[in-house]
């Protein structure tokens, strides 16, 4: 299947306007990652390089046709010393498929802390989904080829007090990037769609339901390398009404906290 490099090529047309490319898939709908960061390059390429990304807020609108090339419209909403914001709405077939807010900063002294990194097994102590998934969770783990992603057993997951479901995921790109710190946000938005949804899940095992990702809001918090071994700490605090919010903490292997995600997305039991 495609590279990252390769699902998130994108090419100018106009000032503020760009074309991301269509990339080899078996997914019968385009996935919400992949629109997710194309948007974000395509706003990276309207701001100047000293900005840095630091939030982004997207609506998944329509399904994407995954044979079809994606529009995206960039508006310049603001530009301003310490701060730049980017609308993009992602088009095909003259319709609306992905709208997205971005916001860039340039970076300032100020107090820090964070959340502690949960306790879990040591990627290295986990098997390679490639090698431990059933032939049926193979078969679609092969649209992420490139990506190592082992998940933490329910039995391991580092539980936390009140938490109705939680998953524990450990990810990283398979080879040497760019060291464009860019480049690396824009994949972290690319990969940050996936398994997310399946937090809400744990606890309903078995249970059929048709999924997809309705909105998606991301915050950078400090630099990172996609490259190497990220901690998804996911959790699904509220399901009901066909729909299911979801949320989670990305931390690096030193365990310092470098993103973190909300979505709520479709689970809702398939219509007869």
């Known amino acids: 299947m495609a590279t990252i490099e390769e699902a998130l090529e994108i090419e100018r047309l106009e000032r503020d306007i760009f074309r991301g ?18 948007a974000l390059v395509s706003a990276v390429r309207t701001v100047e390089p000293r900005f840095q990304v630091h939030s982004l807020h997207g609506y998944f609108l329509r399904p994407g046709n995954p044979q079809e090339r994606t529009v995206y419209l960039v508006e310049r909403i603001r530009d301003g010393r310490s701060f730049c914001t980017r609308r993009v709405t992602g088009v095909q077939d003259g319709a609306a498929i992905f709208m997205m807010s971005a916001s860039f900063h340039v970076g300032d002294d100020g107090p820090v802390h964070q959340d502690v990194m949960p306790e879990v097994p040591a990627p290295d102590d986990l098997p390679d989904a490639q090698t431990s998934l059933s032939p049926e969770r193979l078969w679609a783990m092969r649209e992420w080829e490139h990506w190592d992603i082992r998940i933490v057993p329910q ?26 710190p860019l480049f690396h946000v824009c994949t972290l938005a690319y990969m940050s769609d996936m398994t997310l949804l399946g937090s809400s899940k744990v606890i309903h095992p078995g249970e059929p339901t048709q999924d997809a990702s309705l909105d998606h809001a991301m915050w950078f918090l400090r630099p990172f390398r996609a490259d190497d071994w990220l901690l998804y700490d996911q959790s699904s605090p509220a399901a009901g009404f ?8 990305i931390f690096n292997r030193a365990g310092d906290l470098v993103a973190a995600v909300v979505q709520e997305g479709l689970i809702r039991t398939p219509r007869q």
């Open 155 to 180: 039995e391991s997951v580092a539980r936390r007090d009140g938490s109705v479901a939680q998953q524990q995921v450990w990810f990283r790109y398979r080879h040497p990037l760019p060291d464009d």
């Open 242 to 249: 066909g729909r299911a919010l979801t949320g989670g903490r």
């Open 21 to 38: 490319a269509s990339p080899k898939t078996q997914l019968a709908r385009t996935f919400g990652g992949q629109v997710a960061g194309q």
